[in-house]
């Protein structure tokens, strides 16, 4: 999945990852590398939905927050920006 990330195959990155969290769903690579790949592909709201998933196995990361806060931004929600922001 990572190779496809890098490549910017986002389809199949998130192929990769979406079997990923389905065979470990406790993983934080995995939701996070998912949501890079929903994000590459422009689908803000799944990408926020595994980013959140992320940051709930590791509240305290700073760039899973700033991911969440790209999306919002892409999606025109300044007042949920804000909010992850003081987070």
Do not use: M
């Not at 406790?26 to 996070?32: E, I």
């Not at 998912?34 to 592909?41: F, N, R």
């Amino acid at each position: 999945g990572l190779n496809y990330l890098a490549l910017k195959d986002y389809a199949k990155a998130r192929d990769r990852f979406l079997e990923v969290t389905r065979q470990a769903p406790y993983s934080f690579d995995g939701n996070y590398n998912l949501g890079l790949a929903h994000k590459g592909l422009k689908d803000y709201r799944a990408a926020i939905e595994s980013f959140r998933a992320a940051l709930s196995l590791a509240p305290e990361d700073a760039e899973t927050n700033y991911q969440i806060a790209l999306c919002l931004k892409a999606l025109d929600e300044a007042e949920g920006v804000r909010e992850q922001y003081e987070i």
